[in-house]
């Protein structure tokens, strides 16, 4: 059973990965995609099919999502702190390099504040530094980890890591999220939950976008 509910899950980090990758180039650069309401929208079915298919895959396994308290309130505090020094280090010496800007390589980010679309805007962080790290978090360190554990903690958070990754589509970018994943991934197996890496993955897309609009 363990088995078939791994292939599924390969099935669907792959699934979308390739779809994501198959578009890739179409929407790279700076956009105003997150002052719309259709982008709210769109991620808010996106994001509700992959936690009904994530519920559908640990079905009658609630266990596999992690989703308790992290053991250790002191250490999950400390191993968080250090990831998000860590990718920050890692994203500023990223931009160093003569190649593209991740951070514009999705397609995502503004250019500049527009207050008459303060509404969508707002939604649209709700979306991206609520939902899509909750959903994201139960698919990849919680099923998604469970499932690989038993294989070792080195190769699940290797896989995992990898995985998450591949699964948003990005070439440039993937020098930071590859890395990003395993942090996320090592989190969730020295505390034995998701909920702090769902607080890390949280503050990292919303430096992102603070980033991208301040900037």
């Known amino acids: 059973m363990s088995r078939t ?17 198959a578009a890739y180039g179409k929407t790279s650069g700076h956009s105003d995609d997150i002052y ?19 519920l559908l895959i640990a079905l009658d ?22 990831a998000i020094v860590s990718i920050l280090v890692l994203e500023y010496v990223v ?14 980010t503004p250019t500049h504040w527009e207050p008459s679309h303060a509404g969508a805007f707002a939604a649209n962080v709700a979306v991206f530094c609520l939902l899509a790290p909750f959903v994201e978090e139960l698919l990849f360190r919680g099923v998604g980890y469970s499932l690989l554990r038993p294989l070792g903690a080195a ?15 990005l070439l440039v970018a993937l020098l930071i999220l590859v890395p990003f994943g ?10 034995n939950s998701v909920v702090p890496g769902m607080i890390v993955h949280a503050l990292f897309n919303g430096a992102a976008i603070a980033a991208s609009v301040l900037s």
Do not use: C
């Open 182 to 191: 395993w942090l996320l991934a090592y989190l969730r197996e020295r505390t």
């Open 155 to 169: 190769p699940a958070i290797l896989v995992v890591g990898v995985a998450f990754g591949a699964w948003h589509g």
């Open 36 to 54: 719309k309401w259709s982008t709210v929208v769109g991620e808010v079915v996106f994001y509700g099919i992959i936690f009904g298919v994530t």
């Open 95 to 108: 931009t160093k390099l003569p190649i593209e800007d991740p951070g514009k390589e999705q397609g995502l």
């Open 5 to 21: 509910r791994l292939f599924f899950w390969l099935l669907v980090v792959l699934g979308v990965g390739a779809l994501n990758y």
């Open 61 to 82: 396994r609630w266990d596999l999502f992690a989703l308790r308290l992290p053991s250790g309130a002191g250490r999950a505090v400390g191993i968080a702190v250090g």
